[in-house]
T-cell receptor, first 112, second 113 residues
């Protein structure tokens, strides 16, 4: 069974640009979660999508947004990039809200 | 979700059991204990979870005290590949708040030859 996949592996942007990160959940999983892991700050919850709807978001500004497609894959968009957005962005999926999450390998975003 | 306390780091000799403690003294009756680990720069990996009974799977064992205020993750025969940061997370398994995980600092386990 294929795991959670994320693309791209690495992304380099400059301040003020927009970044789009993609996630494909495990087949059959309907919930997708996004986390940010900045250096020295640990893993922080960003967004949760389930059945195409945003269900919850963490303490991040509105320039962090995303969506979930009918095939349950998801995009994370970060607008007006700031240097502090440099981090490893992790996507996780679960079959429903009651079960454990399975993480992808992450996208490393570097903002110059 | 209840807060957890873990030692920041631990060492273990290869082939020996690694016992990673976690305190969660404010845990509620409907909160589960989850363990994940993160090998350097990779996504976290689910290990095991439990409510009140001890649990065992192919990766590890989870021992939860009777009062549920603490737990121990046991890797029975640690290998060098078990070197990672181990996170103990306590959360409600159901509810509209969703499934999101609140990660603390974790324990950095170093398995040494």
């Amino acid at each position: 069974e294929a795991g959670v996949t994320q693309s791209p592996t690495h992304l380099i942007k400059t301040r003020g640009q927009q970044a789009t990160l993609r996630c494909s959940p495990i087949s059959g999983h309907t919930s997708v979660y996004w986390y940010q892991q900045a250096l020295g700050l640990g893993l922080q919850f960003l967004l949760w999508y389930d059945e195409g709807e945003e269900r919850n978001r963490g303490n991040f500004p509105p320039r962090f947004s995303g969506r979930q497609f009918p095939n349950y894959s998801s995009e994370l968009n970060v607008n007006a990039l700031e240097l502090e957005d440099s981090a490893l962005y992790l996507c996780a999926s679960s079959p429903d809200v009651h079960n454990e999450q399975f993480f992808g390998p992450g996208t490393r975003l570097t903002v110059l | 979700d209840a807060k957890t306390t873990q030692p920041p780091s631990m060492d273990c000799a290869e082939g020996r059991a690694a016992n990673l403690p976690c305190n969660h003294s404010t845990i509620s009756g409907n909160e589960y204990v989850y363990w994940y680990r993160q090998i350097h720069s990779q996504g976290p990996q689910y290990i095991i979870h439990g409510l009140k009974n001890n649990e065992t799977n192919e990766m590890a064992s989870l021992i939860i005290t009777e009062d549920r205020k603490s737990s121990t993750l046991i890797l029975p025969h640690a290998t060098l590949r078990d070197t990672a940061v181990y996170y103990c997370i306590v959360r409600v398994a159901v509810g509209n708040a969703g499934n999101m995980l609140t990660f603390g600092g974790g324990t950095r386990l170093m398995v040494k030859p």
